[in-house]
């Protein structure tokens, strides 16, 4: 793709018009329109200003996009058992480390109980998907059913266990990724 269409693109999705990017650069209206249709080509420091004008930087402007992978199966899933208490995590996206989030699916037979967390800088997002947990958070103690939710903000310390007869799974999403 030819800079002035990516110039363009960017202004557009940033809802702006020809003038207000000129305004924002102090250039002319007529040279945008000139560098969208690549008749102009922009100097490294007027293309910086334009780039910052529009919330991007060079590095990112010329990065080629990365066909990331969006859906992941079953297969892709990553299992391990803690022998200890019992409990079972799947990391169902395989490489969320390097992600913002990471979710994963524990499994607690009854008995079971995850190891304690927290407390650290992380949130954490969970959802009872079958069965229901006992929640521990610091000193007080919550009971989450199946298709309830719970919201951890960071320096909270946590842990869950399952005290009935069903499994329990949750669906657990850290921001960032701690497990």
Do not use: C
Request: glycine content about 6%; proline content about 4%; aromatic content about 8%.
């Amino acid at each position: 793709m030819e800079i002035g269409e990516k110039i363009k693109r960017l202004r557009v999705t940033n809802n702006l018009t020809q003038e207000e990017l000129a305004e924002r650069t102090e250039l002319s209206k007529g040279f945008i329109s000139q560098v969208e249709r690549n008749l102009a080509s922009p100097s490294i420091q007027t293309l910086v200003d334009i780039l910052e004008a529009l919330g991007t930087n060079l590095t990112n402007f010329f990065q080629e996009p990365v066909d990331e992978k969006v859906v992941f199966t079953e297969d892709e899933h990553f299992e391990s058992v803690h022998e200890e208490l019992g409990y079972t995590i799947d990391w169902i996206i395989p490489d969320a480390q390097g992600r913002a989030m990471e979710p994963i699916r524990i499994s607690l037979p009854e008995g079971a109980k995850t190891k304690t967390y927290g407390p650290h800088e992380a949130e954490e997002f969970g959802y009872v998907m079958q069965g229901q947990i006992l929640l521990h958070v610091n000193e007080k103690k919550h009971v989450v059913k199946k298709g309830e939710t719970f919201y951890l903000r960071k320096g909270m310390k946590h842990y869950f266990e399952n005290i009935h007869k069903t499994v329990a799974q949750v669906l657990w999403v850290s921001n960032p990724p701690i497990f």
